[in-house]
């Protein structure tokens, strides 16, 4: 099980895991969730429901990811499989992305 922090705009917004290869969890942070302040983080994550289940990578998430020859390159330099979104997610969207969200190691992975 790997599982990544999501932080919107540097606030904690709530906790991606990856279960298993086919089985993924958001889950909103109980004071972000709480927070009327707060905005989702997508709109296809919305703070009606704390939680979320997947089979896949959420798109919102993947989404982060680079495409083509970037992403090649990525995985070459990074060691990580070209085909494993979520360590890709967890090596690439910790500081430079597009947008408000950034995601850093949850507490028993590595940073």
């Known amino acids: 099980m790997r599982a990544v922090e999501v932080y919107n705009n540097g606030i904690l917004a709530g906790i991606l895991t990856e279960e298993h ?3 993924f ?30 089979e896949f990578l959420f798109p ?3 989404n982060m ?16 499989d ?3 979104d979520f360590g890709l997610l967890m090596a690439t969207a910790q500081n430079d992305t597009i947008g408000a969200i950034t995601v850093k190691p949850g507490q028993d992975e590595p940073r």
């Open 82 to 84: 070209e085909e494993d």
């Open 25 to 54: 969890v958001f889950r909103y942070d109980d004071n972000y969730f709480s927070d009327i302040s707060k905005p989702a983080i997508s709109l296809t994550l919305l703070k009606t429901r704390k939680e979320y289940r997947s």
């Open 65 to 80: 990811l680079s495409e083509g020859a970037n992403r090649k390159l990525q995985s070459a330099q990074l060691r990580i």
């Open 60 to 62: 919102f998430f993947s």
């Open 21 to 23: 290869r086919n089985q």
